[in-house]
């Protein structure tokens, strides 16, 4: 009898940014041999609203037989934040979300790239469900 372990994800942690349409900071760390926590920090500012936003992520990677370097993922988190509309007082954002996207890390350098997409279900300051949020991510691994 045997047994074998099968690691997901060939980093331990990565730091870079992730662009969609909240541009932000992002750091993945590793949990256990499939498991990963990644927090997002972004903002987003245009002519009626301001916001910035925490996101943290618990995600599960699985790799894909014959693409060495490359998972898909899904998991679930929350983020909290603040938002401001223009000509109102700023409010308290807190919202449940999902992930699901593909990571790649290439072989002998120190990038990742991610490629994902966060739905989310707004609790306040009003409660609605937001279809998420696409974005691209690059990282420096170590």
């Known amino acids: 009898m045997s047994t074998?372990?099968?690691?997901?994800?060939?980093?331990?942690?990565?730091?870079?940014?992730?662009?969609?349409?909240?541009?932000?900071?992002?750091?993945?760390?590793?949990?256990?041999?499939?498991a990963m926590l990644e927090l997002i920090g972004n903002f987003r500012s245009n002519k009626n609203v301001d916001y910035l936003r925490l996101t943290g992520l618990y995600e599960v990677y699985n790799p894909i037989n014959g693409a060495p370097g490359l998972t898909w993922y899904y998991g679930g988190g929350g983020t909290i934040g603040s938002v401001k509309v223009k000509g109102y007082d700023g409010d308290v954002y807190l919202g449940l979300n999902g992930v699901l996207g593909l990571d790649y890390k290439f072989n002998g350098a120190p990038i990742n790239l991610s490629l994902d997409w966060i739905p989310t279900l707004q609790l306040t300051p009003d409660t609605d469900f937001y279809s998420g949020d696409v974005g691209l991510g690059v990282r420096f691994t170590f």
């Open 4 to 34: 074998s372990t099968v690691k997901a994800q060939s980093y331990k942690n990565a730091i870079g940014g992730r662009f969609g349409s909240a541009n932000g900071i992002s750091f993945k760390t590793g949990l256990n041999k499939n």
